[in-house]
């Protein structure tokens, strides 16, 4: 099993920037690749950015340029550093990991920013970004 914790979420203004951190405990040597999702009242939940065991990071579009993915193995610590961010970027941020190198359904191979690419999960940290 492993375990997520969010933490860094709060209130911003536009412009400004946040890092958000997950810890990572439990069965950590078994993660392959991590991921950053966020979902906004009413939104369904949507992928912002990956990173997998090789340090390969993926982003949305919404996310190049402004955020940045890491993770610190020595702590067990996913990042996202966030910069410029805006309104619409408001939403509850989750962690996500999975121990598969792919993880398939629907007899097709899930992307890095499809829900059920993952399998283990955070409680979330709520970002809020005021004009």
């Known amino acids: 099993q492993v375990q997520l914790v969010e933490s860094g979420g709060g209130s911003v203004q536009a412009g400004g920037s946040l890092r958000l951190s997950c810890a990572v405990s439990g069965f950590t040597y078994s993660i392959y690749c991590m991921g950053w999702f966020r979902q906004a009242p009413g939104k369904e939940r949507e992928g912002v950015a990956a990173?997998?065991?090789?340090?390969?990071?993926s982003y949305a579009d919404s996310a190049k340029g402004r955020f940045t993915i890491s993770q610190d193995n020595a702590k067990n610590t996913l990042y996202l550093q966030m910069n410029s961010l805006k309104p619409e970027d408001t939403a509850m941020y989750y962690c996500a990991a999975d121990p598969s190198t792919y993880r398939y359904g629907g007899g097709r191979r899930y992307s890095w920013y499809e829900v059920p690419r993952y399998k283990y999960w955070g409680q979330g940290t709520q970002v809020t970004v005021s004009s």
């Open positions: 990173i997998d065991s090789s340090g390969t990071t």
